[in-house]
């Protein structure tokens, strides 16, 4: 499967403040291999990253997480493991540590869910517990499941090249 319609759930709390909740739906990749799953989107402009494309690989014991060209650097997600990531702000770069906490996959070859729970922090201060769970479908699918096509045409009427139903 290409063409997928992906959903992001996705909450932080930090020390001194609420517990912050966002949800993104989106149209991007999702390919499976052999060896390798991937799930690629562009971003939108309420995560900040508008028009750049992040892309998740996913491995047997990992996941990483990588935004646009790189510059930023990979988020490395191993269960019970620590690295460390570069984080650009408009003010100068910051090197992040990330702590996974856990890793629940749940992926075939017509998408799946995938849940990590993990812990940022600044020179080994905590600055945030995060989550975030993505589901990933069939873009089709999801297009006869909410009654309606993305290009807005009624099911069945034949009228669609995108979803082609």
């Given at each position: 499967?290409?063409?997928?319609?992906?959903?992001?759930?996705?909450?932080?709390?930090?020390?001194?403040?609420?517990?912050?909740?966002?949800?993104l739906v989106t149209d991007g990749t999702y390919l499976r291999g052999k060896?390798?799953?991937?799930?690629?989107?562009?971003?939108?402009?309420?995560?900040?990253?508008?028009?750049?494309?992040?892309?998740?690989?996913?491995?047997?014991?990992?996941?990483?997480?990588?935004?646009?060209?790189?510059?930023?650097?990979?988020?490395?997600?191993?269960?019970?493991?620590?690295?460390?990531?570069?984080?650009?702000?408009?003010f100068g770069a910051l090197t992040m540590g990330l702590e996974t906490r856990s890793i629940v996959k749940d992926m075939n070859d017509d998408g799946g869910n995938l849940e990590i729970r993990y812990i940022l922090d600044v020179d080994n201060l905590v600055a945030s517990r995060n989550k975030f769970s993505i589901s990933i479908m069939p873009a089709e699918m999801s297009a006869k499941k909410s009654g309606g096509c993305r290009a807005g045409n009624s099911i069945g009427s034949g009228d669609c090249g995108q979803c082609q139903i």
């Open positions: 499967m290409d063409n997928a319609r992906i959903s992001i759930i996705g909450s932080q709390e930090s020390a001194d403040s609420d517990e912050e909740s966002f949800e060896d390798f799953t991937e799930i690629s989107y562009l971003e939108s402009e309420m995560t900040g990253y508008a028009g750049t494309r992040t892309t998740f690989f996913i491995g047997d014991d990992d996941v990483v997480l990588s935004r646009g060209d790189g510059t930023s650097g990979d988020m490395v997600f191993s269960e019970s493991k620590k690295h460390h990531f570069i984080y650009n702000t408009p």
